[in-house]
């Protein structure tokens, strides 16, 4: 069974703060993909980054940057510089890396940014 | 860019009736999903389908069943709502996996509410 686990339930930081959102998960699958969402007040899930288990190395995207571990089982995803529209529900996901579709998530991390 | 297209955006039902969620995706994606959220459980998964007339069951199935009569449309049916159903609905498209489980793409969200 797969297990995502997104232990900070809500977080506030002040404009340009940065700021980490915490994912820590558990499968048996020796390949998988790791995802993060971006559910703004608007509601849509909106697709931030795909990682393999391959692939180990951290990512970073404009203020975006993501810290892949998987000797502590973890994809933790910091925001530099916080704005305001950054405020959102951030939602990290498993899925094998081959068949099975389901896609397991987290509970979800609500990020608030104070202006 | 991916479109997916849930037909209401909120939905306002009496227990007891036949409730049809519908979506659309324009990109011919083999995979598509339903999903609801629930504050504190985050995003759990219905029924998957990836095919036409096909489908699968998902972690929380009951009370629910689905239709795929086109590979563009995927239908959520509550054969009898309780206001136990009363949540958002999520419904996302993806590409049928060949190098590794592809991202899934989300419509806006159904906000449904069984009085």
């Known amino acids: 069974a797969q297990k995502v686990t997104q232990a900070q339930t809500e977080i506030s930081v002040v404009e340009k703060e940065d700021v980490t959102l915490d994912c820590v998960y558990e499968?048996?699958?020796?390949?998988?993909?790791l995802f993060w969402y971006k559910q703004p007040p608007s509601g849509e899930l909106v697709f931030l980054i795909r990682?393999?288990?391959?692939?180990?190395q951290n990512e970073i995207s404009g203020r975006y940057s993501w810290n892949f571990q998987k000797s502590t089982s973890s994809f933790n995803f910091t925001i530099t510089a916080s704005q305001v529209v950054d405020s959102a529900v951030y939602f990290c996901?498993?899925?094998?890396?081959?068949?099975?579709?389901?896609?397991?998530f987290g509970t979800g991390t609500r990020l608030t940014i104070i202006p | 860019d991916v479109k997916v297209t849930q037909s209401s955006r909120y939905l306002v039902k009496r227990t007891g009736e036949k409730v049809f969620l519908e979506c659309v995706q324009d990109?011919?994606?083999?995979?598509m999903f339903w999903y609801r959220q629930d504050p504190g459980l985050g995003l759990r998964l219905i029924y998957f389908?990836?095919?036409?007339?096909m489908k699968e069951k998902g972690d929380i199935p009951e009370g629910y069943s689905v239709s795929r009569e086109k590979k563009e449309r995927f239908s959520l049916i509550l054969e009898s709502a309780s206001t136990n159903q009363t949540s958002m609905y999520l419904c996302?498209?993806?590409?049928?996996w060949g190098t590794g489980n592809q991202p899934q793409h989300f419509g806006d969200g159904t906000r449904l509410s069984i009085l």
């Open positions: 996901a498993l899925i094998p890396y081959f068949g099975n579709e389901k896609l397991t």
């Open positions: 990109m011919d994606h083999e995979n």
């Open positions: 996302a498209s993806s590409l049928l």
């Open positions: 990682r393999n288990s391959f692939d180990e």
């Open positions: 499968t048996r699958d020796t390949t998988y993909y």
């Open positions: 389908s990836y095919d036409v007339k």
